[in-house]
């Protein structure tokens, strides 16, 4: 998983991609290959970006429902007869889905949402120093 011989360069894109088993779920990782051409440093941050992310995946989670499961819980979101979710309900319902490692260092995680926003993605941005910087949804 931390070495590119496993992952297929997109030309178009220039990004490096590939799909692993993370805690047991199919997970696409794409690293960008915009302004780094030496092998063994985008090796390293695939290694360090993918070890801070299985290492704090809780954390994650908990941001996410810090961010987004007051919203989950209005009106907007709530189907009809459905009941407000818990803090580990809401947790428990986010796969990880895709991580995309970008140039600058910075990291987009995505997660299914299990239905919660009507299959829309919950996405996480982390800085390039490990920052927890927003949670929202996209598509």
């Known amino acids: 998983m931390f070495d590119l011989n496993d992952y297929t360069f997109n030309k178009g894109l220039q990004w490096y991609e590939a799909s692993f088993t993370i805690d ?3 997970v696409n ?3 960008s290959a915009e302004d780094e051409k030496d092998p063994s440093q985008l ?6 970006s993918i070890d801070w992310i299985t290492n704090n995946k809780n954390e994650l989670l908990d941001f996410c429902a810090e961010e987004l499961l007051e919203d989950k819980n209005s ?3 709530l189907k009809k007869g459905e009941k407000q979710l818990s803090r580990s309900e809401f947790k428990a319902k986010l796969t990880l889905e895709a991580i995309h490692i970008n140039a600058d260092g ?9 239905k919660m926003f009507w299959g829309h993605t919950v996405v996480v941005a982390v800085t390039d120093d490990f920052a ?3 949670a929202t949804i996209e598509g």
């Open 75 to 77: 009106e907007e979101w």
């Open 29 to 31: 990782v794409t690293v």
């Open 43 to 48: 090796e390293a941050r695939i290694k360090k």
């Open 106 to 114: 910075s990291i987009t995680i995505d997660y299914k949402d299990n």
């Open 24 to 26: 047991g779920v199919q």
């Open 132 to 134: 927890l910087d927003y």
